[in-house]
């Protein structure tokens, strides 16, 4: 992806290199970065056209196959911010996430938990003109990896924003509140303390749906002191 260059006061983003995190030992850079500059087509396009290219919203993981995937229903509801907390509009958020039982539909996803053949964990989102956006899918499960012995991903949600153009392309995750495998999970620890719970949603009575979904609210702040942390890669 494009380099993001954070400014000092982002201090919230994970380094390139965090030995814990065992494969950014061998992907992050070895060398001092060299900054690309990016052409006017490269910042601006294609935006406002992100529909044309993508197709409409999908923000119901739960309704795109014959029946509803197994699992807790959930609401997640949030606005992308800048750094003086005005609402940036027309921000496309991809989503993806695993099942249920903690299984993503990836062929390279050989754990042993279920496949739902209900569920493909895979949407998008667009901030209307508050910066708000919303999505319905069911709370992904924790999932083994091989970063170390017994290592396992706390329950998370991957987003990906698209600014005016790819190049402005930024990937967090979404984490949930009530979730005991956070604080030992490598790639959340790779995030400074004071920033990790930027990366926490907050469970939400008012966003919670009666008798159908349990609410999570989200904000992204995409700079400054408040800024949520960001990935430099896309796993
Ligand atoms: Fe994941």
Known sequence: MAHIHFTPEDSAQPPSLFPPYASTVARSPKHPLIRIPQTLTEITGPAGTWDQLMGPAVADLTRQHAAEPIGQRIAISGRVLDE??????????????????????????????????????????????????????IRPGAYPWGNHHNAWRPSHIHLSLLGPAFATRLVTQLYFPDDPLIEIDAIANAVPLEARARMVARFDIATTQPNYALGYLFDIVLRGQAATPFETDHE
Do not use: L, S
């Not at 299984?103 to 938990?113: L, P, S, T, V």
């Not at 493909?120 to 003109?129: C, E, F, N, Q, S």
């Open 84 to 137: 003086n907390r005005r609402p940036v509009a027309n921000t496309v958020i991809e989503i993806w996430q695993c099942n249920a039982a903690g299984r993503y539909i990836h062929a390279k996803d050989q754990w042993d938990a279920p496949i739902d053949p209900n569920f493909t964990g895979a949407g998008r989102v667009i901030t209307d003109a508050d910066g708000a956006y919303r999505f319905t899918t």
